[in-house]
């Protein structure tokens, strides 16, 4: 089975809000993250990653959180803009290997 | 910079039928994978290449195979088309060595199998 989930597969949300994105990970082991955005007819592209002994990282408009108590990731979109409508995607580094969970599609309403 | 290649983008076979995926990338990239997509699924891990020279299973490896041909290329070759195996391929690359576990993927071959 899936050691990578994400908690809802579908999230819609207005222009201009900020989107929260979830993940569950069962590998307490994993030591390496990665969050994927997949948009419609092309290959997953990087946004941003993490390592284990990381509670946080920001990039650009984007931050990811780690929890390690609960296994649980999350990211978080500022300010959200129609060109992140998209599928996101978890991953999870298992010696070099990445797992993906399910995906959220993101909608933004205009 | 090209990335990941791969071709052909779209391919329609009938069941029995035999193919060769090819990627390539021009990022000096030790690993490379494999992965198919199906609808409501993330990526799920067909084949990989750790380095030139060597293939492993990944988690879903039955009716296919794979040839490392170079530092390069990485083949995905489909011996007999099943229908079950309609699916949108994604071949990656990724630079351990380095510290660098993300994966930088090719846009896709989208496969029915009829």
């Known amino acids: 089975g899936e050691s990578v989930g994400l908690h809802l597969p579908t999230l819609s949300v207005q222009e201009g809000d900020n989107s929260i994105i979830n993940c569950a990970y069962s590998?307490?082991?994993?030591?390496?993250f990665i969050w994927y955005k997949q948009e419609s007819g092309k290959g997953p592209q990087f946004i941003i990653d993490?390592?284990?002994?990381?509670d946080k990282r920001q990039g650009q408009r984007v931050t990811v959180l780690l929890n390690k108590t609960v296994k649980h990731l999350s990211l978080q979109i500022a300010a959200t803009q129609p060109g992140d409508s998209a599928v996101y995607f978890c991953?999870?580094?298992?010696?070099?290997?990445?797992?993906f969970g399910a995906g959220t599609t993101v909608t933004v309403r205009a | 910079n090209a990335g990941v290649t791969q071709t052909p983008k779209f391919q329609v076979l009938k069941t029995g039928q035999s193919m060769t995926l090819q990627c390539a990338q021009d990022?000096?990239?030790?690993?490379m994978y494999w992965y198919r997509q199906d609808p409501g699924m993330g990526l799920r891990l067909i084949y990989y290449?750790?380095?030139?020279?060597?293939?492993d299973k990944g988690e879903v490896p039955n009716g296919y195979n794979v040839s490392r041909l170079n530092k390069r290329e990485f083949s995905l070759r489909l011996e007999s088309a099943a229908p079950s195996q309609t699916s949108v391929y994604f071949c990656?690359?990724?630079?351990?060595?380095?510290?660098?576990?993300?994966?930088?993927f090719g846009q896709g071959t989208r496969l029915t199998v009829v």
């Open positions: 993490i390592r284990s002994n990381m």
């Open positions: 990656a690359s990724s630079e351990p060595s380095q510290g660098i576990a993300q994966a930088f």
């Open positions: 590998n307490s082991a994993s030591d390496y």
């Open positions: 290449s750790a380095s030139e020279g060597t293939t």
């Open positions: 991953a999870e580094n298992n010696d070099y290997k990445l797992s």
């Open positions: 990022m000096n990239h030790n690993s």
